[in-house]
């Protein structure tokens, strides 16, 4: 049976004198490399900008598809390195556009944009073969989470934040930078974070540790956990995750109202994007003082 012959896009990798999109092949055969080939097309490493809604399309199918620090793949059938840690646009070089099954390659050319930047990780891991914390705050959040659980695990013997179960994976998947003016995607992040950051506690084991109290939640046994068990008194930072679980409570879970405004605007920033990164650097923050008087 005869192989259907592979198709390439092009995607705008320059702009003329007057702004003109100038596009190219994201074939790799027809591209430039650091051996000399092709000498005058465009190197394999040309970046090559999207507006960011690129990536809605795999945030929105969680259970097909996986958004990470620098890289989208769809499970073991193609997978892509992306540079998603800035808020103006997603980058990739050309040439690995041209690893992407060509529906793919469709769905990305709507995105392209003439002009872009890239990112100081993106560079450092792609260029200086060095490595680079993600800067993305839902990104660095995740690396954050991840380094924390292996650490407090070896020390412990036991999870202080369980792994999510299947049915809550997506939570961990589709963290990102809502929208500035998207209340949907604000309140979906919000409810993540929770299922992350408080819901995931570990109240079984605290327990073991402090004894279980009638009716004490989450947050309470933490608080005294900490207090009783590490001789650690933090009331910033159980005020903010109380603060965070009742923008769920107020907003997510309930309509609106008075107390999600007075919640709302102790972290307001002026739009739903800037309000959750500081939320996002805080909950870092969470993690750091935590790490920081009792792993290390």
């Known amino acids: 049976m005869r192989k259907l012959k592979e198709k390439y896009e092009k995607f705008i990798v320059d702009v003329d004198r007057l702004d003109k999109p100038l596009y190219f092949t994201c074939n790799p055969s027809k591209l430039g490399n650091l051996f000399g080939a092709n000498p005058e097309a465009p190197n394999f490493l040309t970046p090559v900008f999207f507006d960011r809604k690129v990536l809605e399309k795999y945030y929105f199918s969680p259970e097909e598809y996986s958004v990470d620090d620098g890289c989208l793949y769809m499970g073991i059938k193609w997978g892509i390195r992306i540079d998603n840690n800035l808020k103006e646009n997603v980058s990739v070089y050309l040439g690995y556009l041209g ?46 989470m991840a380094i924390f659980t292996q650490k407090w ?8 934040f369980k792994p999510l179960n299947k049915g809550d994976e997506h939570h961990w998947k589709t963290l990102r930078m809502p929208k ?8 979906e992040n919000i409810t993540s974070l929770i299922k992350i950051l408080i819901d995931s506690l570990n109240q079984d084991k605290m327990g073991e ?21 590490h001789g650690l008194n933090l009331p910033k930072m159980v005020s903010f995750l109380r603060d965070i679980q009742d923008l769920r409570s107020k907003g997510s ?29 805080n909950a870092i923050k969470t993690l750091n003082t935590i790490e920081n008087k009792i792993v290390s």
């Open 180 to 187: 500035e003016k998207s209340q949907k995607e604000f309140d």
């Open 153 to 160: 695990k070896n020390k412990f013997g036991w999870d202080l």
């Open 99 to 144: 690893s992407l099954p060509h529906e793919e390659q469709l769905h990305w050319k709507i995105h392209n944009i003439p002009k872009g930047k890239i990112s100081q990780p993106f560079f450092k891991r792609n260029i200086l073969a060095e490595f680079s914390s993600p800067t993305s705050p839902p990104e660095y959040f995740k690396e954050k």
């Open 253 to 281: 879970a309930h309509r609106k109202g008075e107390d999600f405004s007075k919640f709302y605007e102790k972290y307001d920033k002026g739009d739903f994007s800037k309000t959750f990164e500081t939320i996002l650097i």
């Open 209 to 229: 540790e402090v004894g279980h109290l009638k009716d004490e939640r989450s947050i309470s046994l933490l608080d005294r956990y900490l207090k009783e068990k």
